[in-house]
């Protein structure tokens, strides 16, 4: 990762097709379109990528799971359980629903831990945002059965796992939703985009409708079709489809090498006793766009941030300590800051995400560095990078 990278001719070419058109916009302009539907296009690629019978372009990631959640029914009066260590767009997406989040604890699979999941649910509960971070799989199957027992909407966010499974199954696919991110960073990009994938015809009328003013698109004008519901804009544009459609063809090819960079880099770092990896419930179904490690405690971790960051191996990341991904630095969702007044406000009780106790997040996260895998590296420079690792990390043990 990431996908730009491997920019080439095919997303080229892509994009020449709608600028040729001038068809910009998804819906209508049937005589211009030479056949074009860049964005419906994308649309069945995905439905065959991740074995789904219906996927809906948006035009981000955040969009995604927001309208996802809406979709699914949550806001003023429920709490939504999401792990500590995700992207901002989980908080803003639930807080902007108007509902409460509620951390779960994580585990060494830095996803949610199901054995910790039943003490957070309380009557207010109405749904898991469950996300697969840094290219893995959270234990997806073992949560949604907990959500089945609760009555509890399944959502997933699969922004940083594109082309991840568990035992065969495509990530996205165990929850109602699930949510996809082609933004700049992501395995595969469109510039910006998102999209939703869904298990029912019912629910993917109701996310095309919600992405684009409650349009229920079922009418042969644009003018004519009947709006069942409000909605807003998230529409995504052709031209951003072009470039996601050209990306896409190229997923597996960047998921066997990150792999195969993964492979070297574990094989190389294994002989250290101090180092282990993150648990992977499904080792096949990793996307590899991260290598996650850990080390002993918080102290040596940071030595060996210090250590990499100095000896020249870039791209290592301590979450920990980062604002947009973990909870400890969000201040701006604790104090609740916003443009304009949201019904959390009205709530008298400090609200049970505000101050959270979260020892075992603590623990795996004070002891994880992850390491971005570039598609851009050989393997032989994959092997020398390794190597330069194993003589930073030997030295603390
Ligand atoms: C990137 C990301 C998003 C948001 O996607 P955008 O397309 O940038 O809006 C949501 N969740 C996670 C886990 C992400 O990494």
Not at 50 to 77: E, K, N, Q, R
Not at 92 to 108: H, K, N, R, Y
Not at 320 to 332: G, L, T, V
Not at 350 to 369: A, F, G, K, T
């Amino acid at each position: 990762m990431p996908g730009f990278e491997k920019f080439g001719d095919e997303e080229r070419r892509e994009l020449q097709d709608v600028l040729d058109n001038g068809v910009l916009m998804r819906y209508g302009f049937d005589p211009m379109r030479n056949g074009h539907w860049k964005v419906q296009e994308f649309e069945a690629a995905l439905c065959e990528r991740l074995d789904a019978p219906y996927a809906h372009c948006v035009s981000s990631g955040t969009a995604a799971v927001w309208s996802a959640l809406v979709c699914a029914g949550v806001g003023d009066g429920h709490e939504v359980i999401v792990p500590p260590f995700t992207f901002v767009a989980s908080m803003e997406a639930i807080l902007f629903a108007g509902a409460v989040p509620v951390f779960g604890e994580i585990d060494e699979t830095l996803g949610l831990d199901p054995s910790r999941l039943a003490e957070v649910i309380t009557p207010k509960t109405k749904a898991v945002m469950l996300v697969h971070m840094c290219g893995a799989m959270a234990q997806v199957d073992q949560i949604k059965e907990i959500c089945d027992h609760h009555g509890l909407e399944l959502i997933e966010d699969v922004a940083q796992a594109m082309g991840g499974s568990l035992n065969g199954t495509p990530l996205g696919r165990f929850g109602r939703f699930g949510c996809f991110s082609f933004d700049p960073v992501k395995t595969i990009t469109s510039a910006e985009g998102g999209a939703i994938i869904t298990h029912t015809e019912a629910d993917y009328r109701l996310v095309d409708a919600f992405t684009d003013h409650g349009h229920d698109h079922l009418g042969a004008d644009r003018g004519q079709d009947r709006h069942p519901i409000m909605g807003l804009n998230f529409r995504l544009s052709e031209l951003h489809a072009a470039v996601g459609i050209a990306q896409l063809r190229k997923l597996d090819g960047f998921l066997e090498h990150q792999r195969a960079i993964r492979d070297i880099l574990e094989t190389t770092l294994a002989p250290l006793d101090h180092v282990s990896f993150r648990k992977l419930p499904d080792r096949a179904g990793d996307t590899a766009t991260f290598f996650s490690f850990f080390l002993q405690d918080a102290d040596m971790t940071q030595a060996a941030v210090t250590g990499l960051t100095d000896g020249g191996v870039d791209g290592c990341f301590y979450w920990y300590a980062n604002n947009w991904h973990y909870y400890k630095s969000w201040d701006h969702f604790r104090d609740l800051k916003t443009p304009h007044p949201i019904p959390l406000q009205r709530l008298d009780q400090p609200m049970r995400y505000q101050n959270p106790s979260l020892p075992q997040s603590d623990d795996v996260m004070s002891r994880c560095i992850s390491m971005l895998i570039k598609l851009s590296w050989s393997l032989e420079e994959a092997q020398e990078r390794a190597e330069k690792m194993k003589v930073i990390l030997s030295s603390l043990g």
